[in-house]
């Protein structure tokens, strides 16, 4: 899987989907280093726009989302991810 962070600035969009109910949970944005913590992890990590760091998803809430599935679209620079959402989004 090829990701084009360079069309975003370093950063792609990222729609978050439950893997049961494909309900849209939410939409972020990731760069490589949060990427490669998604890949390392297996759970949901982001690029905090706002905050100019890491954000593990439920770091702080217990709220985590295990990512069960990956897609790409066709130009590299947006993903899907299909998650386990352990409590609310």
Known sequence: MEIDFKKG???VPV???DA???EVLMMA???REAWEETLRT???CFWSRSRKKLWLKGET???FQEVK???LDCDGDTLLLKVDQ???A
């Open 9 to 11: 600035d370093g950063l």
């Open 15 to 17: 729609i978050v989907q």
């Open 20 to 22: 049961t109910t494909n």
């Open 29 to 31: 944005y990731m760069n």
């Open 42 to 44: 297996n759970k949901a």
């Open 61 to 63: 809430s217990g709220h």
């Open 69 to 71: 599935e990956v897609s």
């Open 86 to 88: 352990k409590g609310g």
